[in-house]
């Protein structure tokens, strides 16, 4: 059997051949190597492995046992994998911005067969972990996410209409004016800890789809492909993110394995 490995910032994900065939996936936390190891000797000790991902030396350091893993570069394994996905879901995208939202964001251009990184950002899914975390206490990524899907923005954010009342709006009312800025504003309002994590998804999403708008505009594409495992379960920033790319007039595009681009990238170099 053959295996791909992405050991990235957060989580190393795994993409696989399992005995029907089929391409499986398993994620274990790039803090657990340990388990990495004992999953690959367990089930897979005679697997051909190809490593990618920030973390990848690290791993094949910590796998010695294991001689001479061949590696690929992360950028080439991700846009590989996106590559397949979008052929496996009979998407259509010649040219695209492609945003993957891990630890950090990295912002990519893929046209035809050639693909350059373009930009990125610090804020990212290790921001919905971290910031999500100082400002509730809560510390597991589920809870996060599903009690952000609980929470309510209006008391947190500043959107346009709040700013421009009763006077002719310059742009759409329904925009965000200033993430965060209610905390400040609205002072007669009350908010808890499901407002505060949906407000800190709300930075992420826009923040993201902001540069990927800016980036299809000044290279002339319309499809955004947004990857990366903060998206994984996570529909609110899913429809963030969707709504203001529609918005602004380009065509957001979410694959069914939202993470596992760089691990089936380097599963199919293998
Ligand atoms: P990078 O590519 O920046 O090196 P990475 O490859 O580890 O990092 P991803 O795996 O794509 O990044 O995404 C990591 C993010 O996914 C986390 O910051 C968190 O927001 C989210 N996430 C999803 N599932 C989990 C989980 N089970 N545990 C922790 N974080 C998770
Ligand atoms: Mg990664």
């Given at each position: 059997t053959r295996i791909g490995i992405d050991a990235g910032g957060t989580l190393t994900k795994i993409a696989y051949w399992d005995e029907k065939?089929?391409?499986s996936f398993q994620s274990f936390p790039s803090s657990d190597f340990k388990a990495v190891k004992e999953w690959l000797e367990t089930n897979h000790s005679l697997a051909s492995i190809c490593l990618t991902g920030g973390r990848a030396a690290q791993l094949k350091e910590y796998l010695t046992s294991i001689n001479e893993i061949p590696y690929i570069v992360e950028f080439d394994a991700?846009?590989?994998?996106?590559?397949?996905?979008?052929k496996e879901e009979v998407i259509n995208s010649e040219a695209a911005i492609i945003a993957n939202i891990g630890t950090g964001t990295s912002i990519h251009i893929m046209q035809g067969e050639t693909h350059?990184?373009?930009g990125g950002t610090g804020i990212g899914g290790g921001t919905l972990l971290g910031l999500g975390s100082a400002l509730t206490g809560i510390q597991n990524y589920k809870?996060?996410?599903?009690?952000?899907k609980m929470g309510n923005r209006s008391s947190v954010d500043i959107l346009v209409s709040d700013i421009y009342q009763n006077n002719k709006l310059p742009l759409k009312g329904s925009l965000t004016a200033s993430n965060f800025g209610g905390v400040a504003l609205k002072t007669h309002d009350t908010r808890n800890s499901t407002d505060m994590l949906a407000g800190v998804q709300g930075i992420i999403g826009e923040v993201v789809a902001t540069l990927c708008i800016q980036a299809a505009d000044a290279h002339q594409v319309e499809d955004i492909i947004y990857i990366g495992s903060t998206l994984e379960g996570n529909e609110l920033l899913q429809k963030i993110i969707e709504s203001y790319t529609i918005l602004k007039e380009k065509k957001p595009i979410f694959l069914e394995k939202h993470g596992y681009s760089g691990a089936i990238g380097a599963l199919l170099e293998n």
């Open positions: 065939k089929e391409m991700t846009m590989n994998g996106v590559m397949h996905q979008l350059s990184r373009i809870d996060i996410i599903e009690q952000s």
